[in-house]
């Protein structure tokens, strides 16, 4: 009897959920006449998503392509209304003429359970505006002039690493590669640390990197689409070991510069100055305005910064690369003209150089082709932070209702880009870009959330793609697919199997 009970119970309860998903919950769209897609008990519209049929950045292109039109889409993550923003003007509207509304990213932050999310991309509200302000400064083109030298030192250490390499075999899996090459970078810029990734094969710090890319999407979609529910229960994102790790690298880092008065110009350096003074000291010639903004970071937070600044340019900027090298393997043309600009302008400057770089204008259009193609970052969320009638719409939006916009199913729409699947570094000719809506190209987001480190990460794969041109011949291997495969289980853009290239010494 009890079993039988039990079982009846259980079957009331699920029929129960049931009709209060279906007929209270997903009602929401509906109710306020914007077009949606039917959802189903009880994820809504990411059942495909979490048994891994489908990954967020083609479950979001594929609506955005399906039903732009409608500028608006009703959709639902787990039980949470979802408005995927599907017109441009509207786009343009949340990221940031009404951004007051819209400032915050919506994902997991408990900075007391998991310190390294007390960061800059995803803070919210003040403690997110108090912090771009400190850190805006340390990204000045002064700054990035004289971090420069660890991004040529890295450079030539990954062309050095590769000519070994091609004396043993000529197919290359190149994200490893690259990824190594962005370690030694970002550890650092962003730690201090010389990583030698490039000639450790077992470094811990690669190891450390990965394990954040290596969750199960289940847990993406938890953090990223409903992280009440990790708030509620106290579950941190960044696991223990990687925080214990990373925040221990980073306070034995500062505490020897501090001992033995060690100065580098890096990115360390500059959080050491707001952990010591409160800001970051000035460029020459320009002026501190410190008055209102001067409390100082504590290791903890200023670690969180940096781990930021490691994951940020860390896995973004290999796979940038490693698809712009795939592609240029399978464009000859492209790399052959690109190598011929990188060999005059080096000609004229005689070195690698932050100005030599900046002058190179083909290499600026082919990596923006690559991030047009392959955004690194696919899906912009926000958060309604306060209830807004949309502007050119009849929707009103209630506080706490996420927005996304798919970032990819933009940049591969035919009707902005042409042929959108063809590689074609000319759609960032002057003239092209001015003929475009100035938020048809996301890579970066845009607003006053806009990506701080773009620069960076410009020149960051920049100079990886500049030392590999200049020294090899890329060819396609038979072991890499064509068109690639993309991860469905990754939260960035980033091809599945890696990408194989016949890599032959000039």
Not at 139 to 157: I, R
Not at 370 to 381: D, G, Q, S
Not at 396 to 401: A, L, V
Request: glycine share 6%; proline share 5%; with cysteine.
């Amino acid at each position: 009897m009890f079993l039988i009970e039990l079982i009846t119970a259980l079957v009331v309860a699920l029929c129960s959920l049931y009709i209060y998903f279906k007929f209270v919950v997903f009602t929401f769209w509906r109710k306020k006449g914007v077009f949606y897609i039917d959802p189903v008990v009880p994820a809504g519209n990411v059942t495909s998503l979490l048994i891994g049929k489908i990954s967020a950045t083609e479950l979001f292109r594929d609506a955005y392509l399906k039903y732009k039109d409608h500028r608006t889409i009703g959709m639902y993550t787990f039980f949470k209304p979802n408005l995927v923003i599907a017109d441009l003007d509207l786009v343009r509207i949340v990221l940031t003429k009404e951004f007051a509304s819209f400032h915050d990213r919506g994902y997991y932050c408990n900075e007391k359970v998991d310190p390294l999310s007390g960061n800059l991309f995803l803070l919210p509200g003040t403690k997110w505006r108090n912090l771009r302000t400190k850190l805006t400064p340390t990204f000045t083109s002064g700054n990035l002039k004289q971090m420069f030298g660890v991004l040529k030192d890295c450079g030539e250490e990954l062309a050095i690493s590769l000519k070994n390499r091609t004396k043993t075999t000529k197919c290359i899996e190149i994200k490893e590669i690259l990824g190594r090459y962005t370690i030694d970078v970002i550890m650092s810029a962003a730690f201090g640390i010389k990583s030698n990734c490039m000639t450790t094969p077992d470094s811990e710090f690669l190891y450390q990197g990965k394990k954040v890319f290596e969750y199960h999407i289940f847990w993406y979609a938890l953090f990223g689409l409903v992280p009440q529910i990790p708030d509620l229960f106290a579950i941190p994102f960044f696991g223990r070991k990687i925080s214990k790790f990373f925040i221990k690298v980073f306070r034995d880092t500062v505490q020897h510069r501090q001992t033995h008065n060690v100065v580098r110009h890096d990115f360390m350096n500059l959080l050491i100055q707001i952990i010591e003074k409160g800001y970051v000291a000035p460029d020459k010639g320009d002026t501190a305005d410190v008055s209102s903004n001067t409390s100082k970071m504590s290791i903890v937070e200023a670690a969180a910064q940096s781990y930021a600044f490691f994951l940020g340019g860390f896995e973004t900027s290999s796979t940038t690369a490693t698809f712009c090298l795939y592609e240029l393997a399978k464009n000859q043309d492209v790399q052959y003209k690109l190598r011929q600009e990188i060999e005059e302008i080096l000609k004229i400057h005689g070195e690698v150089s932050y100005n030599a770089v900046n002058d190179m204008t083909y290499l600026h259009k082919v990596v923006s082709e690559t991030m047009r193609k392959y955004p690194p970052v696919p899906i912009l969320n926000r958060i309604c932070t306060k209830d807004i009638d949309l502007p050119t719409t009849n929707i009103h939006i209630p506080e706490g209702t996420l927005l996304t916009i798919s970032v990819l199913g933009i940049q591969r729409d035919p009707a902005i880009y042409p042929n959108p699947d063809k590689f074609d570094p000319e759609r960032f000719d002057a003239n092209q870009i001015a003929a475009r809506h100035p938020y048809a190209y996301l890579p970066f987001g845009e607003g006053p959330r806009v990506c701080i480190g773009q620069r960076f990460g410009y020149m960051q794969t920049k100079v990886g793609v500049i030392n590999i041109v200049l020294n090899f011949k890329l060819k396609l291997h038979p072991q890499t697919s064509v068109p690639l495969i993309v991860d469905k289980a990754s939260i960035i853009c980033t091809p599945k199997d890696g990408v194989h290239l016949i890599i032959e010494p000039l």
